[in-house]
């Protein structure tokens, strides 16, 4: 079965730590990316990856860092520099940037919580 | 600055009625649109999509019509069905250089169809 797989379901994060959030997929995509949700808001950007070892900040990247090591990974540090962090995270892929039709394709999402 | 917006948070209607889910958007650059369903604590599945050289896209009961003189689009569900119960997200692409592989997305309307 191809898909996107996000652990942990749910984490939790105490003040002052960072903690990374896994997205696997094996798909084949060459592009991932990292939304966030917040209640009664639209999907955010956080940051995205069209190539392995290369990934650009998206629409609120302050506090997050990413590394794409393999095609397959990118992980999401959620640091302590996060100062409103809970929220629903969602990881998506996509066959490659640059096309016009190309759709994005999301995993089960991570709910971070701070204790 | 929202530059895709659902205004209606939700819609409530009856089973074997069309449901009607209307977005508008103000970049002109946006030239290929997206709607994704979701449920509550799951990833969004992709639902339908249209490019800006049509004005209708159809698959199965879910069609989607683009104005783009107006910058608006609808999503038509008919008939409505208790499963189609979820949050429907309109999202926009736009093409050109650190544009062409981001979404941007609105706010969702929930629709609830009651039997």
């Known amino acids: 079965d191809g898909g996107i797989t996000q652990s942990p379901k749910y984490l939790f994060r105490k003040e002052g730590q960072n903690v990374t959030l896994s997205c696997e997929q094996n798909l084949n995509h060459d592009a991932m990316y990292w939304y966030r949700q917040d209640p009664g808001q639209g999907l955010r950007l956080i940051y995205y990856s069209q190539i392995v070892n290369d990934f650009q900040k998206g629409d609120i990247a302050e506090g997050y860092s990413v590394s794409r090591e393999k095609k397959e990974s990118f992980p999401l540090t959620v640091t302590s520099a996060q100062k409103n962090p809970t929220a629903f995270y969602l990881c998506a892929s996509s066959i490659a940037q640059g096309l016009a039709r190309e759709t994005q394709y999301f995993g089960p999402g991570t709910r971070l919580l701070v204790l | 600055d929202q530059q895709v917006k659902q205004n209606s948070p939700s819609l409530s209607v009856q089973e074997g009625r069309i449901s009607i889910l209307n977005c508008d958007y103000t970049n002109s650059m946006f030239d290929y649109f997206l709607w994704y369903k979701k449920y509550p604590a799951e ?73």
């Open chain 2, 43 to 115: 990833g969004p599945t992709f639902l339908i999509s249209i490019s800006s050289i049509k004005d209708k896209n159809e698959d199965g009961r879910f069609t989607v019509f683009l104005n783009k003189s107006a910058k608006h689009l609808s999503l038509h569900i008919v008939p409505s069905q208790p499963g189609d119960s979820a949050v429907y997200f309109c999202a926009a692409r736009g093409l050109g250089a650190g544009t062409a592989s981001k979404l941007t997305f609105g706010t969702g309307t929930r629709l609830q169809v009651t039997l």
